[in-house]
């Protein structure tokens, strides 16, 4: 779901056990990502939601991991990766990325992806959630997460 085009979904998180996975780097950024898939949980009925915190975006495939393990009915996972210099970004966001998907095939319990992989941070903040944002990828990971558990 990006951008122009993107549905407005209506989901029901009520009584599921979901679980927020999100990274520690780039406070401004994650804490508009988290904001918003807080609110959409609400949104959604669920007020009972857990927030695990991990280090940065390479870690978000075993905290998702110990989430599920722990009785996650879904995950969201948040977090940012600007590009920088090296091919390091390269390698973070593929290997989170799958991570996160081995996680999810493996468990079969379904992890909204709400890791922005970006150039920039005002790209970043674009889609953060934040007031002046054109975008909620926390919302939308929210949203994809519980419609995938619903199924």
């Not at 953060?128 to 949203?143: F, I, M, R």
Request: with cysteine; charged share 20%; hydrophobic share 50%.
């Amino acid at each position: 779901m990006s951008g122009a085009g993107a549905p407005k979904i209506k989901v029901d998180a009520s009584g599921l056990q979901v679980a927020i996975v999100v990274t520690s780097w780039h406070d401004e950024i994650t804490g508009g990502l988290l904001a918003g898939a807080e609110k959409a949980l609400v949104d959604a009925g669920n007020t009972e939601y857990e927030i695990w915190r991990v280090p940065g975006a390479f870690e978000l495939p075993l905290g998702a991991q110990k989430a599920i393990d722990a009785g996650a009915d879904a995950v969201i996972a948040l977090g940012v990766v600007i590009q920088g210099e090296t091919p390091h970004f390269d390698y973070v966001c593929a290997g989170t990325t799958d991570g996160l998907m081995r996680v999810m095939l493996d468990s079969g319990i379904p992890i909204g992806f709400g890791l922005l992989t970006v150039n920039t941070e005002a790209e970043a903040l674009a889609r953060a959630g934040l007031p002046n944002s054109k975008e909620d990828k926390g919302a939308e990971a929210v949203e994809a997460a519980i419609l995938m558990a619903r199924l």
